[in-house]
């Protein structure tokens, strides 16, 4: 009878030591497989090649995705231009200024649009975003600008939420010292709280990089799907994810393998992302 | 000249105010248009006919069966995976350099990208492991991507039942196993199923993972191997190759009021079992 | 009269504090034994070896020995579970746990194999009786057990506890906090219930250590200072200091 719990109860733990390892296992497999496919056209044609190499022709034998690491940053960074403002505000909005109605109007509201599918934010860019570039900006409409103003919205949900979170631990005591030595609401807010909130609001901001240099399907059906590094903000575009993405499903041989070699640039590129919003912050954050 | 402190206070006031009623605004907007052009095209038929001339006409039945079957059967892999994996890092270790590398791992799954899911899941389940797409290659990469969360939201609801409840569980005698089986898990289980709920909700919008493993055939899949749609998949189809806008809006309308309904009951069940406990 | 616990100089340490200094204790079996002394004294966790909830800690060294019935519990071939099933334990503060006051009584009995409704409904009835409680829920046992009052839930701790048939009920200061009516009813059920089990009593309230037990122990800083039947320690101490604790001069 003793001897039945002890087993059973050692067993139980086995099993869940291996539950817990198969996470590592999905990585390893992960990185294994990308790495797999990707590396040896680097290591064929050469990583400076492909990285810098400024043609995409790959049944040519051109393996160039530079245009697109470029893309990729730039919408990046027109999401940031977008998203950071409008959803520091919200957050402070939120933490600092609004009500219990306001609040309960507003979280699931920023929940629900972090839940809708990306593909249906693409869509809605096509149909109303495009259009609107294309009659009062010029160009086709499939542009740099159109992508940013989608995707900045689509990571409103992650800085606001970040950023509300970063800011809400600010303890409550600063809040009453600065307004016990007279300062308004907002002289508080930016002399005393957002220094403090700095780190957590600027892992959201990472963070939301992180979402936006990753999305795919939102991209691909409005950047438009030029080759070249877009010169103004006019210009259509493709990301990386955007170059695996329309061209997967019926590339082969080398043309597969630079699909692969474009996704180790991509996975680089966003675990050097993650790495500063955890652990670079976070050490911040520590001290 | 220096502004008036209190001018700029309530001008600020009225800014963050404007920006927040904004996004608010955009997220009415978005479900606003979809319902508003989607609707018309929503009815029983709709939902229960199979799609004829590629999508053009007809219904979604099997993109709409295609994304349960997904939906379910990842959370049904996913589920004792992260539930177990958040319980062993509780209750059977201390922090240490294994249970830091454990984590690691969680988080970086986490900050992967769909459209690299759907690589690695075309690479390793579709070519080499030959599954062609499928709705199994669907699905374990799928449970591979919502595994994280899973474990995060398991794992916050476990370390939020009391210590004390466990200390009582093991002077009644009961054994480690027992305990987190009949006293933490029950009490952990609003966060667990919320946890649950939230992925379903991811699963149902996934595209670029599933696109590139489960496939994107228009029957229904009657098999672990064979391709189907998801709502998601088959509405970027009908959008991207241009085949019929108010077929496209129609599902989209599902596929959000879908999400709509799972979050919904999410927070049913986070708000119930809270005021239970309370 | 029969030892039912023995120590022998137990010494209990956790990391570089030792908490209990050579203890050696008999404590009679059939009574109830108050365990005394100033806070940081060492009661609960001498307690904690009994029950074997030690284990639960971290960084703890343990020597010497305990023992029940003549055998040791610090032996690697005892079963800690089994144990917890002949050694109760009511802690300070009450915590049902959140379910039916019977799924609580139930809770032990269905871990040891008891399934029959039955059989369930009428241990929740003598253990509730057993405890002072039940004709206040023998009407509500399907409620949940939070509705209770403090003084009810720490009764339904101590019917939990009896659920289970132990030989040893230890209470870890469980009146700290109730009202004096609650307080004198889990008064009055353990001077009944000592017939049955030996009991141990973890107070800081010398004055309840005087009104229930037989036998009394002082503690202070990790040391036994003083163990005599109550009536000797309260009327007669032998050791100055614990004739200034009884009188509250520190503690």
Known sequence: MIDRTVLKEHFVKWVLVAFALSSLLFLFLIFAFILGEGLPLFLKVGAKKIIFGMKWAPTKGYFGIFPMIISSFLVTLGALTIGAPLG????????????????????????????????????????????????????????????????????????ISISFDALVSVPKTYREASAAMGATKWQTIYKVIIPSAKSGILASFILGMGRAIGETMAVIMIAGNALKIPTSLLDPLRTLTGNIALELAYATGDHRLALFSTGVVLMIIIMALNYIANFGIKRKIAK | MRTNPRIINTLVRWGLNAQAYFTVAILVVIIGIIFFKGFPQV??????????????????????????????????????????????????????????????????????????????????????????????????????????????????????????????????SASKWETIKKVVLPAAMPGILTGIMLSIGRAVGETAAIIFTMGSSLRLPLSLMESGRTMAVHFYILAREGISMEKAYGTAVVLVLSILFINIIAYYIMNKTIARYS | ??????????????????????????????TITGFMGPSGSGKSTLISVVNRMIDFENNVRIEGDARIDGTSILDGSINPIELRRRVGTVFAVPIP????????????????????????????????????????????????????????????????????????????????????????????????????????????????????????????????IEYDTTDKVFTAPAERQTEDYIQGKFG
């Open chain 2, 43 to 172: 009815n029983f038929g709709f939902i229960l006919s199979f799609p004829q001339d590629m999508g053009r006409h007809g219904g979604i039945f099997p993109a709409i069966v295609g994304t349960i079957q997904l939906a379910l059967l990842s959370i049904l892999l996913a589920t004792p995976l992260g539930v177990g994996t958040a319980i062993f890092l509780t209750e059977y270790t201390r922090e240490s350099a294994f249970t830091k590398l454990i984590r690691f791992g969680v988080e970086s799954l986490a900050g992967i990208p769909s459209i690299l899911y759907g690589l690695f899941g075309f690479i390793f389940f579709v070519i080499k492991l030959r599954m062609g797409w499928s709705l199994l290659a669907g699905v374990l990469t799928l449970t591979i991507m919502i595994l994280p969360t899973i474990i995060r939201t398991s794992e916050e609801a476990i370390r939020a039942v009391p210590r004390q409840l466990r200390i009582v569980s093991y002077s009644l």
């Open chain 3, 97 to 224: 746990l959140p379910r039916s006051i019977f799924e609580n009584i139930a809770y032990g009995p269905k871990l040891k194999g008891t399934t029959d409704r039955t059989t369930l409904y009428s241990i929740a009835e003598d253990c509730l009786k057993k405890a002072f409680l039940w004709d206040e829920v023998k009407d509500r046992l399907g409620t949940s057990a939070m509705k209770l009052s403090g003084g009810q839930q720490q009764r339904l701790c101590l019917a939990r506890t009896l659920a289970l048939k132990p030989e040893i009920i230890l209470l870890d200061e469980p009146c700290s906090g109730l009202d004096p009516i609650s307080t004198a009813k889990i008064e009055d059920a353990l001077s009944e219930l000592k017939s049955e089990y030996t009991i141990i009593l973890v107070s800081n309230n010398t004055k309840q250590i005087a009104r229930i037990s037989d036998f009394s122990a002082f503690f202070y800083l990790g040391e036994l």
């Open chain 1, 88 to 159: 520091l505000s919200c957050a402070i909005y939120l933490s600092e200024y609004s009500g219990k109605r306001m609040k309960m109007l507003l979280k699931p509201a920023i929940e629900l649009l972090a839940g809708i599918p990306s593909v249906v934010f693409g869509f809605l860019g096509v149909i109303y975003i495009v259009p609107l570039v294309r009659n009062y900006l010029g160009g086709s409409g499939f542009s740099l600008i159109s992508t940013s103003l989608v995707l900045g919205v689509m990571i409103l949900p992650t800085i």
């Open chain 3, 1 to 30: 009269m029969e030892t039912k616990i023995a120590t022998d100089r137990l010494r209990v340490s956790f990391g570089r504090e030792t908490v209990l200094k050579d203890v050696t204790i008999k404590v009679q079996k059939n």
